[in-house]
Each structure stands twice: as C-alpha cells, then as structure tokens.
C-alpha cells in the first residue's frame, strides 16, 4: 500500500488547513486510516482516525479543532484542521491499517508532510 500525503505548509494561528492522503495499491479493505503528528523531541501521536464504518478516534488535543473524513471508495482520508495553535506544528503522517487474516495488523506510512504554525 503507497500513501500520498499532501496539504502541509505555513499558517499563522487560528488558520487553517486542509490535509488529504490517497491509498493505492491495495487489493483488500483498510479498516483503518488516519494522521500522525511528530514534533520535534517528541513521539509520534495519534492526531485522528476513523475506520471504513466510520467511527473515528480523536485526540483530546485536537478535539472540536480537528476534523478527520474519509471516502471508502476513493480510499482517501482528510483532516481538516481549524483554529490552528503553534502547538500543532509537527510532521504529519498518514497511516493506513489493515488487518490480515490471521487477526494481526498491518501498517502503513506516508511520507510525512510538515505542518508550521506561526505565533
């Protein structure tokens, strides 16, 4: 599975963006697509997730800030991201799971795109 990311850039706080990923080369379901953010000095976190019911799963952090979408058949994942705070800034990551046959998860990474926010 190839993730493309794209969306990221430099915003003053309170801006906005808008973060899109495509999934391709997949001959099965993704039960699971979402973002990941990595600042500088810090781990990976979960930003937002939803899964192809659309159940999502939201950091506390980006909650009523963040919105995440997705459309199944396009395979695709959105993050809309609002009222931005320089806190946000970080790399961002796609992540595509999927869940093989033999019930263990598989995981996949995009590129990663840098998100900066400006005080």
């Known amino acids: 599975v190839q993730l493309q990311a794209s969306g990221g850039g430099l915003v003053q706080a309170g801006g906005s963006l808008r973060l899109s990923c495509a999934a391709s080369g997949s001959n099965f379901r993704i039960n699971v697509m979402g973002w990941y953010r990595q600042a500088p000095g810090k781990q990976r976190e979960l930003v937002a997730s939803?899964?192809?019911?659309?159940?999502?799963n939201v950091a506390d952090s980006v909650k009523g800030r963040f919105t995440i979408s997705r459309d199944n058949a396009k395979n695709t994942v959105t993050l809309q991201m609002n009222s931005l705070k320089p806190e946000d800034t970080a790399v961002y990551y796609c992540?595509?799971?999927?869940?093989?046959?033999?019930?263990?998860?598989?995981?996949?990474w995009g590129q990663g795109t840098l998100v900066t926010v400006s005080s």
């Open positions: 939803v899964t192809s019911d659309g159940s999502r």
């Open positions: 992540n595509a799971k999927h869940r093989n046959g033999l019930g263990s998860w598989n995981d996949y």
